[in-house]
């Protein structure tokens, strides 16, 4: 299972195959006990100071959140500065910002567990976690923009007294059920592949609490050859179900705009455009968050290496490139299409009241990424974080650029208005980094944030061969 | 001053009744936010409102129909299925640019006819007036001396309403009749279909206009709730008063459509109703036009005042390239200007001279000039910030 060659001491090696030798993927010779013992100490430790630190300012900014959210459904959408040409701004900016956040955890447990990348192994599962708290984040606007919170509930196809279903032709409720399904899904896959590492903290704690409620997670899990043999198959069959979600997702979020007949939206370039997008953000938000993390545990990084980044930098470069051609095309095709209103919309984009949102998105998308190409900047992490703060601002933009700018400036010039974010719209924003960090520090504090026995099967001591030595 | 505006009455005494003088006007240097429903000045190049001169009106009569994208529209089908509009009743206006001056008195009218809710100077300052009807006012011409352009905008009732299709409730829909519904008990309120409305009728209550004082609008719970019996009196009890959280726009004043619906049922007694003609009636902002320029009626019935108009000559919809089939339709404004007053060449030019005969041979060049008219003119742009400084 493991990769064969890294188990041979390279002395063994012929020139040929010293020359295609992959680098180990944990450093320092680790053990399988020292996995074990180092993850689950994170987890088993004294509630660090550092943890507190950091966990009260976001739940602070969790009840800045929560306190906007009341104030919003007691009093009205209109506390945010949404007017009449622009009904949506930053509310599904933020929702389309968050989900798309919510896209690397699971391309990295599915698709590349799918093709047998074996380095997903060490940094999945907080991927996978920061997808879903993304995932809860962007939910809160879709749910919450609404006019009417308390008939929400219209949109799932329940059987009711007026007789109305719902309307399966709009992108809208594709979205509902794209978005559920997506988390749901998740969820199911992200708890599955906890499980072995949940018995293991079960067997090793020692309160009666601890035992309890790790021994309720792991479902009875005895690590017995049917059980793994199950678990095999279930987790093959999630990623399976997840793979085409990853894609789906975002290509029906994209669909809300791509099916309008509004210029600057009504464009077949969106679903991919929107993938590639949400890919790019997405890795940039699990390096900004894991290399900090790892920084704190610094053995880590014997599990999440340089080459790891240098890989996750490599996808966000090429990403990067995939959304900075989408720009271009755009642009390209607003020229050529030759529709003043498509053309007039593009002009506006870059040269209308919002320019500045439109540069600075073609800035952090496009530019500042390409810095990636140098392996210097690749592998050196306090470079790789910063210029991933690019991709995460800039897929900001680029949700608002599409989103409010298109939207103050459509078909009607007597329509058209500007947009001014209030400070409800503000500390909404601020508030939902306070949920998804204050998620994720709960999530590091209580489960183990690396896949114990995962990254175990991938040691040179996994491989029965040991790198074909036993012929 | 807030709420109330400025009031210049003082200055007019029973001692000078009709003229004041020692008055003097200066520059204070303070700014004040103007509360205003559109800040655009020109139509872009964009064609919404259509006019010409006599003499081109001669040379071509239907030139109103072949302005802008309007002659280069390729055979147009619909990807989505439709309700069958088997009435035999088919609701349609026309909106004649000729006679309309911009007088308002249609936008007063529905707001008095369909409980369109007062919000205030703060929610017209951010573009939150609820106006079913609107005045859509373009300059053209000179800048200084230019020429208004007063353009009557409501729900286009499209038969192809790019409104229906993407909400997700199904709270808009359509009639047999042609109407462009609104459910509000069903409208959740996610305003996609305001977003989706080409002509940006649609209007979101993003406050509870109706059972809240204006001045209270952000204080949520805390708030007055309810309505003063004396503003209770003056709504329309035929009309639905809307909540927070849904939308509303023009209904083609349905509640004089199925009074007089209701009212044929009684003339027809037990005879089939459908040989009986519905009376006349109109809706509220034709009755208000004090230059009838707006015509409703039944565009099914060929002999209709409204069914001529929309298929006469100067008839066009706007953005018909969209495919949506609006119900609405414009007659193109005619004039007729002596040639010896100054700027006479400029009058009936808002769309800009015909590129008539040479179309066929020459397509690329005339694409380029309209192209170029969709950009704003640097003229425009730096009023536009300008005024978005004084804001």
Redesign the interface.
């Known amino acids: 299972m493991a990769d064969a060659s890294a188990a041979r001491p390279s002395a063994d090696l012929t020139p040929d195959e010293q020359a295609v030798i992959r680098p180990p993927l944990v450093l320092n010779q680790r053990k399988m006990g020292w996995i074990a013992n180092y993850v689950s100490s994170i987890v088993e430790d004294k509630t660090p100071v550092w943890w507190w630190a950091c966990l009260v300012p976001c739940l602070l900014l969790t009840g800045v959140l929560g306190f906007c959210i009341v104030y919003l459904i007691s009093t009205g959408v209109g506390v945010w500065g949404n007017n009449h040409p622009v009904g949506w701004a930053w509310d599904i900016t933020n929702f389309v910002f968050w989900i798309g956040i919510g896209h690397a955890g699971t391309l990295i447990s599915a698709i590349l567990f799918l093709t047998r990348q074996k380095w997903r192994t060490s940094i999945n599962r907080a991927a996978e976690a920061m997808t879903l708290f993304a995932v809860i984040c962007a939910a809160i606007y879709p749910g919450l923009h609404v006019g009417r919170v308390w008939m929400a509930w219209f949109l799932a196809p329940v059987p009711n007294a007026n007789g109305i279903w719902q309307n399966f032709r709009s992108p809208l409720l594709w979205d509902v059920f794209a978005v559920s399904t997506y988390f749901t899904v998740s969820v199911l896959f992200w708890y599955t592949g906890l499980i072995p590492d949940l018995a293991t903290l079960r067997d090793r704690a020692k309160t009666k609490i601890k035992k309890f409620f790790y021994g309720t997670l792991a479902l009875g899990w005895r690590g017995g050859n049917r059980q793994w043999r199950h678990y095999e198959m279930a987790y093959l069959l999630l990623a399976g179900l997840s793979t085409p979600l990853v894609l789906s997702v975002h290509s029906v979020v994209s669909f809300d705009f791509a099916t309008s007949v509004i210029p600057g939206w009504h464009t077949t370039i969106f679903p991919p455009y929107f993938v590639a997008g949400a890919i790019f953000g997405g890795f940039a938000m699990v390096l900004t968050i894991m290399i900090p993390a790892c920084a704190i545990y610094k053995p880590l990084h014997d599990l999440v290496t340089v080459s790891h980044v240098d890989k996750m930098c490599k996808v966000i470069v090429f990403t990067g490139s995939i959304v900075g051609y989408a720009y271009i095309m755009e642009l390209f095709m607003a020229w050529y299409s030759a529709n003043p209103f498509e053309k007039a919309a593009f002009w506006y984009r870059a040269f209308g009241p919002f320019w500045w949102a439109y540069w600075s998105m073609m800035f952090c998308n496009v530019i500042a990424p390409q810095i990636f190409w140098f392996k210097y900047f690749r592998t050196h992490l306090v470079w790789v974080w910063i210029i991933c703060q690019f991709p995460n601002m800039g897929m900001w933009y680029e949700r608002f650029v599409i989103i409010a700018t298109t939207l103050s400036r459509d078909f009607t010039p007597s329509a058209w208005a500007q947009f001014h974010p209030t400070w409800v719209d503000i500390w909404m924003f601020i508030g939902t980094f306070g949920l998804f960090f204050t998620l994720f520090l709960i999530f590091i504090r209580f489960l183990p944030m690396i896949c114990m026995f995962e990254v175990k099967a991938v040691l040179p001591e996994a491989d029965p061969h040991h790198g074909e030595n036993h012929g | 001053m807030e709420g109330v505006g400025f009031n210049a009455y003082p200055l007019r005494t029973t001692a000078a009744l009709r003229f004041r003088d020692g008055v003097a006007i200066r520059i204070t240097g303070d700014t004040y936010p103007l509360a205003r429903t559109?800040?655009?000045r020109?139509?872009?190049?964009?064609d919404?409102f259509r006019e010409g001169t006599l003499e081109r009106y001669e040379d071509d009569p239907k030139f109103a129909g072949k302005m802008g994208?309007d002659g280069h529209i390729p055979p147009n089908i619909s990807l989505?299925t439709h309700p069958e509009l088997t009435s035999k009743e088919q609701w349609g206006m026309a909106v004649d640019l000729n006679t309309c001056m911009g007088c308002n008195a249609c936008v007063v009218a529905c707001q008095a006819e369909n409980n369109v809710p007062v919000v205030g100077k703060e929610?017209v300052r951010?573009?939150?007036?609820m106006a079913w009807i609107?005045i859509?006012?373009?300059f053209a011409g000179e800048p200084e001396d230019p020429e208004m352009l007063a353009?009557p905008?409501m729900c286009q009732h499209c038969e192809n309403a790019?409104c229906?299709?993407?909400?997700?409730?199904?709270a808009t829909v359509h009639s047999e009749d042609g109407l462009n519904l609104m459910?509000y008990?069903?409208?959740?309120?996610?305003?996609?279909c305001?977003?989706?409305c080409?002509?940006?009728v649609r209007?979101?209550?993003?406050?509870?206009y109706n059972a809240r004082p204006t001045t209270e609008?952000?204080?949520?719970?805390l708030a007055k709730k309810g309505m003063a019996d004396s503003l209770k009196m003056s709504k329309n009890p035929n009309v639905t008063v809307r909540?927070?959280?849904?939308?509303e726009k023009c209904t083609f004043c349905i509640q004089r459509i199925e009074e007089a619906k209701i009212s044929r049922l009684v003339e027809a007694g037990p005879t089939d109703k459908n040989k009986v003609p519905v009376r006349e009636f109109k809706v509220a902002c034709q009755q208000a036009c004090p230059s009838d320029s707006l015509v409703f009626g039944n565009i099914n019935d060929p002999e209709s005042r409204v069914a001529r108009l929309r298929n006469g000559d100067r008839g066009y919809v706007m953005?018909k390239y969209?495919n949506?089939a609006p119900r609405v339709t414009y007659l193109a404004r005619i004039k007729n200007p002596n040639p010896k007053i100054p700027g006479a060449d400029q009058v009936g030019q808002a769309n800009g001279a015909p590129h008539g005969a040479g179309h066929g041979e020459e397509p690329a060049e005339a694409?380029g000039a309209?192209?170029a008219?969709?950009?704003?003119a640097g003229h425009d742009e730096k009023t536009?910030?300008a005024e978005?400084v004084h804001h």
């Open positions: 559109q800040e655009a020109s139509m872009h190049g964009r919404l994208m989505y929610q951010k573009n939150r007036d609107r859509d006012r373009y353009q905008v790019p229906e299709t993407v909400c997700p409730v199904n459910a008990n069903r409208c959740i309120g996610t305003r996609y305001a977003n989706n080409p002509w940006k209007r979101f209550n993003y406050f509870d609008l952000y204080w949520g719970p909540m927070r959280g849904v939308m953005l969209l949506t694409h309209e192209a008219q969709g950009r704003p536009h910030s978005e």
